[in-house]
Nanobody, 126 residues
Framework: QVLLVESGGDSVQSGGSLRLSCVVS????????MGWFRQAPGKEREGVAS???????AYADSMKGRFTISQDNIKNTLYLQMNSLKPDDTAMYYC????????????????????WGQGTQVTVSS
């Protein structure tokens, strides 16, 4: 059973920074891609950033230059470093994994992902 557990969400002021973590257990395949998604109240879930097992990354346009996705294979942990946070970044943030059988490009499409965490709340005040 694949399990993803997010942490690091908090309440910060505009311009602040946070680092989200997602610990993955139960998955040992060498090929994968993972992503961070977010959903604000009343809005659809949107892709934030993605990374594959080769280290290729993809970002939503509004996050480029502010957010950085990374992974630590030893710790089986996915990270999202978020800088210059804005009130519009307020949302529940989820990590997800695609249990790919072969290497795939990073993707910001939620339907590409097979397993999801429970989310961690990020609130940015002005």
């Amino acid at each position: 059973q694949v399990l993803l557990v997010e942490s690091g969400g908090d309440s910060v002021q505009s311009g602040g920074s946070l680092r989200l973590s997602c610990v993955v257990s139960g998955y040992t395949n060498d090929n994968w891609r993972m992503g961070w998604f977010r959903q604000a109240p009343g809005k659809e879930r949107e892709g934030v950033a993605s990374i594959n097992s080769r280290g290729s990354t993809a970002y939503a346009d509004s996050m480029k230059g502010r957010f950085t996705i990374s992974q630590d294979n030893i710790k089986n942990t996915l990270y999202l470093q978020m800088n210059s946070l804005k009130p519009d970044d307020t949302a529940m943030y989820y990590c997800a994994i695609d249990r790919a059988q072969r290497l795939k490009y990073p993707s910001l499409e939620s339907f590409h992902y097979t397993d999801w965490g429970q989310g961690t709340q990020v609130t940015v005040s002005s």
